[in-house]
């Protein structure tokens, strides 16, 4: 660390989210390499420590002998006060280095909220703000991430834009950036080239028109440009990089435990949902690759949670083997384990690998730190007609029996209604008496 950023640590909050030096992080010989990537997150420490993807492409960059990946943040209004008082420059954790004289620098655009984060980092980083403005080579200003499919708004201050799956195009801009630099070539000409990498866009090869609204009337290619930007995809998940540590924070983060991604993309295809559009096509792990790659995420870090990351764990088609084999040792071994998204309409698959068994899943669930609550869910099925499934619950509500909380189904006319389990007696009678269809057996659970 620079002795002109040391003396500012005094003067702020947290200064752990400004000193690097944790536990995995990277640190190499800059005179050993020949790329130096500045992978920026748009927010705080505690945010973007805590985003999947800055560990993924962090470990897939400095896996490279030739590339140094290190971590950016945007410092709060304490630093930022202190960079801009005494005029210090932004700079990268592991080595203390201002980012300006780095080779690449990547932001990952998470939500909209971040643009001018964005803008405000390139600032205190001593670096001009639009492209046009920025002659040399490096450094090369890049951005990712799933606001990266509607880059328009921010495409005059980035060199190239990341779509899609990041891992295999990373490693291929690193290889041509490399080539350039040896041959002397120009930033035009570095552009030239990246553009017919699958998965890039360079926006100043484009020429934008608006209508008389301010939409967007045309987007015209240059230069040999694609009329369409693919984005790029990774096809076999159990072969593309996953890291086998993560760097570990002095200080409390959002999301603070061992993540292992389980698939990618949804099977379910709601029309409202950004993610399950973004992330298409669906691809899994397979059981071993997970397991493996989550007992060396807790090896290497120390963490005793594990959580399984995915848009819908429930949807992974081994999911009763997935968790049975994860619960074998990560009871053992005192590690919570954690699914941080499970469709509401999943019908509860996500115990039935273990409900043929319910005192081996109390006993795991319990050991492994679960919250289990002892209540009953009531599979109903109502006449096929408008405002049915609200008469049944009227019912139940007019007997006293008091529900938790309930979820329908795609037709509407089928629901899980959760209820406490003292109302179980009262809930089947009223069901009956008002000659209401119950789902079969195997769609009542016990939790």
Not at 192 to 212: C, M, Q, R
Not at 304 to 324: A, F, G, I, P
Not at 375 to 380: A, E, K, S
């Amino acid at each position: 660390m620079k002795k002109e950023v040391e003396k500012l640590l005094q003067y702020v909050q947290k200064p752990a989210r400004y000193i690097g030096g944790e536990l995995n992080a990277v640190v190499k010989d800059k005179d050993k390499i020949d790329i130096r990537y500045a992978f920026c997150f748009p927010d705080t420490y505690e945010i973007g420590m805590s985003h999947l993807g800055m560990k993924i492409l962090y470990g897939l960059v400095n896996d490279r002998e030739d590339s140094w990946c290190e971590r950016v943040f945007a410092p709060d209004n304490d630093m930022e006060e202190q960079l801009r008082k005494n005029n210090v420059p932004l700079f990268a954790l592991e080595s203390g280095d201002y980012i300006k004289d780095f080779d690449m620098i990547g932001f990952t655009l998470q939500y909209e909220l971040s643009y001018t984060n964005v803008l405000n980092m390139l600032n205190l980083a001593q670096i001009p703000l639009k492209s046009s403005d920025r002659e040399n080579l490096t450094p090369l200003i890049c951005v990712g991430g799933p606001c990266a499919c509607n880059p328009e708004p921010i495409t005059d201050f980035v060199d190239i834009v990341f779509l899609g799956d990041g891992e295999e195009t990373t490693n291929q801009v690193i290889d041509l950036l490399i080539d350039c630099k040896k041959k002397g070539l120009s930033k035009k000409e570095f552009l030239l080239k990246a553009k017919d990498i699958t998965g890039i866009y360079v926006p100043s090869f484009y020429e934008d028109s608006y209508n008389e609204d301010g939409t967007l009337k045309e987007l015209k290619p240059l230069y040999g440009a694609p009329e369409k930007v693919k984005k790029a995809v990774v096809s076999d998940m159990n072969k593309v990089f996953y890291p086998k540590e993560f760097v570990v924070p002095y200080i409390n983060i959002v999301h603070d435990r061992a993540v292992e991604e389980i698939f990618r993309g949804c099977i379910r295809g709601c029309r409202f949902c950004q993610a399950g559009f973004i992330y298409r096509p669906i691809r899994e792990k397979s059981v071993e690759t997970i397991n493996k790659q989550s007992k060396a995420l807790i090896d290497s870090a120390g963490y005793d949670e594990l959580s399984l990351c995915s848009l819908s764990t429930s949807d992974h088609s081994e999911v009763n083997n997935m968790l049975t084999t994860l619960i074998d040792w990560t009871v053992k071994e005192n590690i919570n384990l954690s699914a941080l998204c499970i469709a509401e309409n999943a019908d509860f698959g996500i115990l039935r690998g273990i409900v043929s068994d319910p005192d081996r899943a109390y006993k795991a669930l319990k050991e492994n730190h679960f919250a289990v609550n002892v209540t009953d869910v009531v599979g109903i099925s109502c006449p096929n007609v408008p405002g049915a499934l609200a008469k049944v619950l009227r019912f139940l509500s007019d007997e006293g029996v008091f529900i938790e909380y309930m979820y329908s189904f795609a037709n509407n006319n089928t629901a899980n209604v959760v209820i406490r389990p003292n109302d179980m007696e009262n809930c089947i009678r009223v069901l009956t008496e008002k000659k209401v269809d119950l789902l079969a057996a195997s769609d009542l659970y016990r939790l």
